[in-house]
């Protein structure tokens, strides 16, 4: 599949789908407290995403049940929300899904839960460091391969390792479109 070059009209369409995402997650990091659950960020979640006339992305794709997102600690992604309370010391990802006539915003961020560890804090931190500079790859003509290498390079370099289960992803009218965009490069 080849990606899709999006018009004017298309961008700022998918811009508004966007902001409501960013609004949606400054929202959650309101409420990223000891003693809520997940099950009461997602609700008030969904809510500002239909309050802002745009519609949730997650809720039935490939058969996901929730509005978005979260998940605490060792879960990568793609955590369910439920009863389970936030404690102190938790780290908090949450991934909202948007669409605004029929095109899509996306985004995640990670909140420590009250205090963190030293380690955490540095694993948030390199994780922001490594998405800042693969953005600050991306030129017209420069492979793709150039912006997973640098994320890469910054996440190792840190001592940490990229999961390599998943990756990012273009969108538009689907919610996932091409390019796919890992977050390592292929040895070889």
């Known amino acids: 599949m080849a990606i899709v070059i999006k018009s004017g009209r298309e961008i700022e369409l998918m811009r508004r ?3 409501v995402v960013a609004e949606a997650l ?4 309101r409420l990223v407290k000891p003693g809520i659950t997940t099950e009461a960020i997602d609700r008030a979640v969904g809510d500002l995403i239909i309050s802002r006339d745009c519609k949730i992305a997650f809720k039935g794709l490939y058969g996901f049940p929730a ?3 979260i998940s605490i600690n060792e879960q990568v992604v793609h955590g369910i929300p439920g009863k389970r309370r936030l404690k102190e010391g ?9 669409r605004y006539k029929n095109y899509h915003g996306d985004g995640a961020r990670t909140f420590p839960v009250g205090q963190v ?4 804090e540095k694993l948030m931190r390199v994780c922001r460091e490594s998405l800042e500079r693969g953005i600050g790859v991306i030129r017209a003509g420069v492979p ?3 912006v997973s290498a640098a994320i890469q390079r910054h996440v190792e370099g840190n001592g940490f390792s990229v999961v390599r ?7 538009g009218i689907e919610f996932h479109e091409e390019p796919q965009i890992p977050n390592f490069v292929e040895k070889g």
């Open 67 to 69: 509005n978005s997102c």
């Open 165 to 171: 289960k998943y990756v990012g992803h273009g969108i």
């Open 117 to 120: 560890s030293e380690e955490d």
């Open 26 to 29: 400054d929202l959650a990091g």
């Open 144 to 146: 793709l391969t150039e």
């Open 90 to 98: 938790d780290i908090v990802s949450v991934d909202v899904g948007t």
């Open 17 to 19: 789908a966007g902001r």
